[in-house]
């Protein structure tokens, strides 16, 4: 034999290290377009939240500030008598107060014409308010007492600057000319003025009449008792279902027909959800309609297969050696699973319950098959009746507040949108601190 010399032109396809290929070039584009695809949608993504985080914002923050027209009103034991023995009692307690208010404006050398109708359309019929007051504080009787009552929906946007005295028409009877003229003057003797407006964070609504005094507390309250209903009902039963089917359920065709429907539930759209709580638990049972506690039990049932489906993928995450390892030192089967397993995917578990729990907060169709936009939100007297009383939640009352004409009432649904958001960032960073505070390492 004798050894045999190669050359490069012996070689089919001859290669060198130096030079890049035809196809690694190829390659090595396809991987930069990759690149840039993927970091050209988290650009775009984050303008698109930027845009939509700076709209909420720009909209939302008005809602948080008020106009008040600031005014002292004593009402004598005799003129309160008097109203009270009256067929329109709250038209009286107006007229006493316009009274009042032309008063202390001629006092002030601001104007000298004022009529009962300028008054109406700068703080609105303010009798109802007067009255409830008076009827509910007898002792301030007689005594002089600061009312801050809230302006107009016009006067509000007015202060706001997004209503201008060139848009007024002579058909305009909510607001004159001149009104604007006697709101400049009283704004610069300092009885109307702005404030933060902590009325909408804890006032109720207040109807379609006076939208600068309505508030969402009643609403975040609602959301609070309808949320724990939806946790004391939704969590044993997600995790104990969960519990059974991913570690103690025989694998047969049923139980592979349970996960398949139990997916397929988590797909279903969140307004069936609302025809069946009508259906079943109005309807039906006979609960009480527009109830936090029907509210809850409609938001259970939706959010349950969410809760089912995370917690089996934290207990299927759990390593098989940690259950062996506790059978091998002879614990029973359900020692293995509540001792070591559940300890050990509880962090996911909490995740997944919360994430669920903010999804069902968010919810809006539900809650208006189940009434709960039929009724004006109030505070309940007591803790049970506040489960059982008509009530409103977050979603509702902001898509109450948007559906309705009057700008003011669409500027609060925006800051409804923010109070929201903040409930839901509260419930996300509960979820980060419990998942790090049960986290342990294998």
């Known amino acids: 034999m004798t050894d045999a010399n190669f050359t490069d032109k012996d070689i089919p396809n001859p290669r060198s290290l ?18 840039a695809y993927g970091l050209t949608a988290i650009l775009a993504g984050l303008t698109f939240l930027v845009i939509l985080v700076y709209s909420i914002i720009l909209n939302g923050l008005p809602a948080f500030q008020r106009t008040v027209v600031s005014i002292e009103f004593t009402l004598s034991a005799e003129q309160f008598k008097e109203a009270e023995a009256a067929l329109l009692k709250t038209r009286v307690y107006s007229n006493y107060f316009i009274t009042s208010f032309t ?16 008054i109406d359309r700068i703080v609105g019929k303010i009798g109802g ?8 504080n007898q002792d301030k009787v007689g005594q002089p007492i600061t009312f801050d009552l809230p302006a107009s929906s016009l006067v509000e946007r007015y202060f706001k600057e997004t209503f201008s005295r060139e848009s007024i028409s002579e058909s305009n009877r909510f607001i004159r000319a001149e009104d604007l003229d006697l709101v400049d003057a009283l704004a610069d003797a300092g009885i109307i003025r702005q404030e933060f407006n902590w009325l909408f964070i804890t006032g109720v609504d207040t109807g379609v009449d006076n939208p600068g005094g309505a508030g969402i507390g009643a609403a975040v309250l609602g959301s609070f008792m309808m949320m724990t209903v939806v946790l004391i009902l939704s969590l044993p039963v997600g995790v104990a279902a969960s519990i059974y089917l991913e570690e103690f359920a025989p694998k047969n065709w049923f139980t592979d027909f349970i996960e398949i429907n139990i997916s397929n539930l988590a797909a279903v759209p969140s307004i069936v959800f609302g025809i069946l709580g009508l259906a079943v638990f109005i309807q039906f049972m006979h609960f009480p309609q527009s109830a936090p506690l029907v509210g809850g039990m409609v938001l259970t049932l939706m959010t349950l297969p969410t809760i089912i489906i995370s917690t089996r993928a934290s207990l ?10 506790a059978l091998a030192v002879g614990a029973s089967k ?5 001792h070591h397993v559940l300890p050990l995917a509880m962090p996911g578990i909490l995740t997944g319950t919360i994430i669920g729990l903010a999804q069902a907060l968010g919810e809006t169709a539900p809650l208006l098959l189940i009434g709960m936009v039929g009724f004006v939100a109030r505070y309940p007297e007591t803790i049970l009746g506040g489960f059982e009383g008509p009530n409103s939640a977050l979603p509702a009352q902001i898509f109450n507040w948007a559906s309705r004409s009057d700008a003011v009432f669409v500027e609060k649904a925006w800051g409804g949108i923010i109070i929201l958001l903040i409930f839901l960032l509260s419930m996300n960073i509960v979820a980060v601190l419990l998942r790090r505070r049960f986290e342990r390492r294998w």
């Not at 130096?18 to 690149?35: G, I, L, S, V, Y």
């Not at 404006?105 to 009962?116: A, C, P, Q």
């Open 18 to 35: 130096t030079k890049t290929e035809r196809r690694t070039k190829r390659r090595k584009a396809a991987e930069k377009r990759f690149r």
């Open 103 to 118: 008063d202390t404006v001629n006092g002030l050398g601001l104007s000298s014409e004022i009529s009962s109708d300028s």
């Open 129 to 136: 308010t007067l009255r409830k007051f008076y009827r509910n």
């Open 316 to 325: 299927k995450a759990v390593p098989p050696s940690i259950r062996d390892a």
């Open 334 to 338: 359900m020692q293995a699973v509540f």
